[in-house]
């Protein structure tokens, strides 16, 4: 359970008990004011007027009032040391908890979903935290405190107060029921329009080539409206309890005065002066009373929308991952780089039908298997199976002869040279790329910087660079082409000297003069490792040690170029849709 109290450190208890004492003082000073106030008016009221009483009085106050703004400033620091330590602390949690995510709960979320909880969710729950430490503590200690002061006075002055203190409180208690499910919907609205925004912007060049801006703008201003809809029913209702609140508030000054005028004249001459200063004071104690409640409304105003943010924050870190890390295992050097798949079959979270059907082979250390079959046939899952974005729903995968699922996830990615289907690079350097992420004590040097991108046939554009291997890398690689980043990518794998090597359809965006010399070296600098690789061209996997065909979901052959073309159907009808049949006898 990820309980709230629980992620407060004990230093932070500490200065929440600071601000608990801090704020009492603070209260004192501001409940002194009324008393110093009553002997004001009581001198002012007397025959003999003697101005030093006044003057000395009106210098308590002063100092009570510059006392409880200096506490008042020291609790506001310490409020928001105490909000952005927390904030920090559970970005950081959730940063490294969705990092952990395996695919299956990525795709649970959503990106657009996962970015507003980490940013727009903590933030209101920061600032409910930063109102709330200080409200919260506040508003019912000074209403006591205040309430105490006054009970000795008037009773009906007392049944007045209570009745505005009654209706305030049904008033919060009906905003709060109003508005919780709003506030909850206006941050899944958000989720929306962010997912909305982000599809858009990513695909900013197909809307422009399909003249789709309105298409797209139809969509946004439906999202938008949606969400402004929300908003404004929701602050429509909050908007009700900020002049019901000065309505009350004045109203009880009215009241109080009106009951003082009945009391006044009823009393003698003697005694009026003394009831004339218990309703001055009376009513600075009754604001003071109807002051907390405003200042609870303040937060209960805020209190809906981060209780149902730190909610969605809270379904996050209490998602369970799928991928847990193995105890790790001692791994024998004679298997190293050998890769098993023993009766495998796939079916992803909440799915009927099964992606892989009963796969089984083995590669052995050295050689290059590469994977072929139609869109949907699974090559791209059965290769994911290895590094563990998906765990084999049946079956086995075992790498160097050891269940992947015994191996921590660093033992085994550091095994690994994984190339995705959609070529992916980081904000930084071409030696940041390609010298990205921890292989445990191996590190790439500048010199196998310069090889692997040498081998991924990026030299001459990388050389050509105003800082070569120092130039920029904009954030997703948008200051290089798609061959580029594709060949950039690779050399981040080859750079890496692992034992595995994954290309999940990665030669893709390279024309074949590009594809053959950048394989040809490939095959040079990987002979004593594993290759594992998706390919829909036949010249890329041709030349492959194994070539297993997939259709469904289904192994349907596995052999050499030359066997495939005799034995497999399926093989054949794709190598034809390529080449035509003198082209295939040739090759």
């Known amino acids: 359970m990820f309980n709230f109290f629980s992620n407060f450190k004990w230093k932070e208890w500490l200065l929440i008990l600071l601000v608990a004492v801090l704020i009492v003082g603070q209260v004192y ?20 007027i003697v101005m030093h009483d006044v003057w000395v009085n009106g210098g308590y106050m002063l100092g009570c009032a510059l006392g409880s703004a200096v506490l008042a400033v ?17 970005r950081a949690s959730m940063f490294n908890k969705v990092n952990e995510f395996s695919l299956s709960e990525m795709h649970k979320f959503s990106t657009a979903s996962l970015i507003t909880r980490s940013t727009n969710d903590i933030t209101q729950v920061q600032f409910a935290i930063v109102m709330g430490l200080q409200v919260l503590i506040k508003a019912p200690v000074m209403a006591i405190w205040a309430l105490c002061k006054i009970l000795n006075k008037s009773w009906q002055w007392s049944v007045a107060t209570g009745i505005a203190v009654a209706f305030m409180a049904l008033m919060i208690v009906l905003v709060v029921l109003l508005t919780y499910k709003k506030f909850k919907k206006i941050q899944a609205q958000t989720d929306n329009l962010n997912n909305v925004t982000r599809e858009n912007l990513r695909g900013i060049r197909v809307v422009r080539a399909y003249n789709a801006e309105n298409y797209e703008q139809n969509k946004f201003d439906k999202a938008n409206t949606e969400l402004t809809k929300t ?7 909050m908007a009700l309890l900020s002049p019901t609140m000065s309505l009350v508030m004045n109203g009880l000054t009215l009241a109080v005065y009106l009951i003082g005028a009945f009391i006044i004249n009823a009393a003698t001459d003697y005694a009026r002066i003394s009831l004339f200063g218990d309703m001055v004071v009376f009513t600075a104690y009754a604001m003071q009373v109807v002051l907390s409640f405003m200042l609870l409304v303040m937060v209960f105003i805020l209190l809906p929308r981060a209780v149902a943010s730190w909610q969605r924050i809270s379904e996050v870190m209490r998602t369970p991952v799928s991928i847990k890390d193995g105890n790790g295992v001692t791994i024998s050097k004679t298997n190293q780089g050998k890769v098993e798949f023993k009766n495998v079959s796939f079916k992803y979270p909440n799915a009927e039908e099964y992606v892989l059907h009963d796969i089984s ?30 765990d084999a729903t049946e079956g086995e995968v075992l790498v160097d002869g050891v269940n992947v699922k015994d191996m921590t996830l660093k033992q085994l990615h550091n095994k690994l040279g994984y190339v995705p289907q959609k070529a992916v690079l980081f904000s930084g350097t071409v030696t940041s790329n390609v010298a990205y992420g921890d292989n445990g004590e191996f590190k790439p040097t500048a010199e196998d910087v310069k090889t692997a991108v040498k081998v991924a046939q990026s030299k001459d554009f990388v050389e050509r660079m105003e800082n070569k291997y120092d130039s920029v890398i904009e954030q ?14 690779i050399a981040r794998a080859i750079a890496r000297n692992p034992e595995i090597y994954i290309f999940d359809d990665s030669f893709s965006a390279l ?3 590009t594809d053959k010399k950048l394989r040809a070296e490939l095959e040079r600098h990987t002979e004593n490792a594993t290759v594992l690789m998706v390919g829909q061209r036949i010249g890329t996997i041709k030349n492959a040690d194994k070539i297993i065909v997939l259709d469904s979901g289904k192994m349907v052959g596995m052999g050499t170029h030359k066997e495939l073309l005799k034995k497999c159907p399926v093989y054949k009808e794709i190598a034809l849709s390529q080449l035509s049949e003198e082209e295939l006898k040739n090759a």
């Open 29 to 48: 000073l501001d409940l002194k004011l009324p008393d110093f106030m009553n002997e004001i008016s009581t001198k002012l009221a007397a025959e003999n």
């Open 74 to 90: 020291c609790s506001g620091f310490c409020v928001a040391k105490i909000a952005a330590s927390f904030s920090k602390r559970l």
């Open 231 to 237: 908003n404004l029913t929701t602050n429509s209702i």
């Open 361 to 390: 082979f083995v590669v052995n250390p050295g050689e290059t298997v590469a994977f072929i079959g139609s869109t949907g046939s699974g090559k791209s899952t059965l290769i994911n199976l290895v590094p563990r974005f998906y």
């Open 476 to 489: 997703g690689g948008a200051n290089v082409s798609g061959g580029q980043k594709q060949r950039l990518s």
């Open 511 to 513: 024309d074949y003069k």
